[in-house]
Every structure is written in structure tokens, then in C-alpha cells.
């Protein structure tokens, strides 16, 4: 079975350019989560989406934002970027049919974003 | 903000021996899970317990969880090379339903061949 797979893999952009980073979640997978990684702050939860909806929602500004379509593929898109948004972006799969976050999670190798 | 904090931060020890890794939490859980990152890489999960119970074998990994002093601690025995990595505790965002999860900064273990 295919992992989680995510694109780009590197990314350099300059302020106030905005970007989309895409996940493709394992076969039948329905749970798309997006994590932050810096050295300061470690790994912050962005945001998670099931069947299209965003069910949870991180401490970040609205200028993350994300989606998901109909096969479980989710994008995540960045506007007016800031240096501080220097990071590697994880995304992860996981069945999410049941409560109690009993399920885990499969990460992707992730995307290498660079601001200038 | 962390949930869970790992103890140490940084950890060498010889090919061979043991590793002990802790973590504490803040908040009441329902489960408690492992994660390990190989040089900046994506996270593998390792092993999740529940709150109902107290240890958890996988190979050579065990873990640990007491609820009553809210920490858990991973030990992994007889290292290897191959275990040079970054390893994080983690929980369920909200404390139930499947959402994501917090993790703590991770303790960095390095096996000196």
C-alpha cells in the first residue's frame, strides 16, 4: 500500500508570495491532519479535515487555510507569507472512523519550505 | 502550546545499551502515543497505549504510561545504529475525539557505534 505522499518536497519563495502545498493520504484513508515543524516551536497542529470538512483547527492565523476534495486529497495554501513560516510541513493519514483518537497517524516525508 | 514534554532533551549513549525516554503531559488523556523522526524527515509511529493500561511492549520498545503522575516513558533495548533519531510523545489534540495531536519537542537519542 502506497504511504502518504506530499508535494513538493522543497519550496523556496520570498515575502508575501502566497503557496499551496498538496497530500495525497493512503488508500482509504478519509483523515488529512497538517502539522507545522520549526526548531523553536517544534511540531503544531494545523488542521485536520474529514469527508471535506475541516473538523479542527490549530492556533495559526487565517492565513493558513486548507481543503479537501472528494478522493481525501487535501491542499494546504499559505497567503502572504512571512519568514516565520520557514518550516517543514508534515501531513498525515489516518482512518479517523472512530472517537477517542485511538487512530494512528501516518506521516508523509513532508514539504521544505524556505521564505526569503 | 506542548502537551507532552520529553526528558531529555538530548540522550548519547554506546550501541548496546539502553534508552530511557520520558515524557509528561499536562492535561487528562485517553491514549498516549510515540512517534520517531529520522533527520527532519517524517514521523513513524511507534506505539500508542490507552489510559487503562500501564505498559506496552512492542520488539524492543516498551512503554509506559501512570496516568496519576501524568507522564509516560519509552525504553528501548539493546540499541542499534539505526535508532539515532528524534522521538516525540504525543496526544489527542482535544483530549477525545479524532482529532490531532500535540506533541512534545522530542527527545534527540544518538547510538555511538
Known amino acids: 500500500k502506497a504511504g502518504v505522499t506530499q508535494t513538493p518536497r522543497y519550496l523556496i519563495k520570498t515575502r508575501g508570495q502566497q503557496v499551496t502545498l498538496s497530500c495525497s493520504p493512503i488508500s482509504g484513508h478519509r483523515s488529512v491532519s497538517w502539522y507545522q515543524q520549526t526548531p523553536g516551536q517544534g511540531l503544531q497542529f494545523l488542521f485536520e479535515y474529514f469527508s471535506e470538512t475541516q473538523r479542527n483547527k490549530g492556533n495559526f492565523p487565517g492565513r493558513f487555510s486548507g481543503r479537501q476534495f472528494s478522493n481525501s486529497r487535501s491542499e494546504m495554501n499559505v497567503s502572504t507569507l512571512e519568514l516565520g513560516d520557514s518550516a517543514l510541513y508534515l501531513c498525515?493519514?489516518?482512518?479517523?472512523?472512530?472517537?477517542?483518537?485511538?487512530?494512528?497517524?501516518?506521516f508523509g516525508p513532508g514539504t521544505r519550505l524556505t521564505v526569503l | 502550546s506542548q502537551q507532552g514534554e520529553e526528558d531529555p532533551q538530548a540522550l548519547s549513549i554506546q550501541e548496546g545499551e539502553n534508552a530511557t525516554m520520558n515524557c509528561s503531559y499536562k492535561?487528562?488523556?485517553?491514549?498516549l502515543q510515540w512517534y520517531r523522526q529520522n533527520s527532519g524527515r517524517g514521523l513513524v509511529h511507534l506505539i500508542l497505549i490507552r489510559s487503562n493500561e500501564r505498559e506496552k511492549h512492542s520488539g524492543r520498545l516498551r512503554v509506559t504510561l501512570d496516568t496519576s503522575k501524568k507522564s509516560s516513558s519509552l525504553l528501548i533495548t539493546a540499541s542499534r545504529a539505526a535508532d539515532t533519531a528524534s522521538y516525540f510523545c504525543?496526544?489527542?489534540?482535544?483530549?477525545?475525539?479524532?482529532?490531532?495531536?500535540?506533541f512534545g519537542k522530542g527527545t534527540h537519542l544518538i547510538i555511538q557505534p
Open positions: 492535561t487528562s488523556i485517553n491514549n
Open positions: 498525515a493519514s489516518s482512518r479517523a472512523s472512530f472517537a477517542g483518537g485511538y487512530n494512528e497517524q501516518f
Open positions: 504525543a496526544t489527542p489534540h482535544s483530549g477525545g475525539g479524532a482529532d490531532g495531536l500535540t
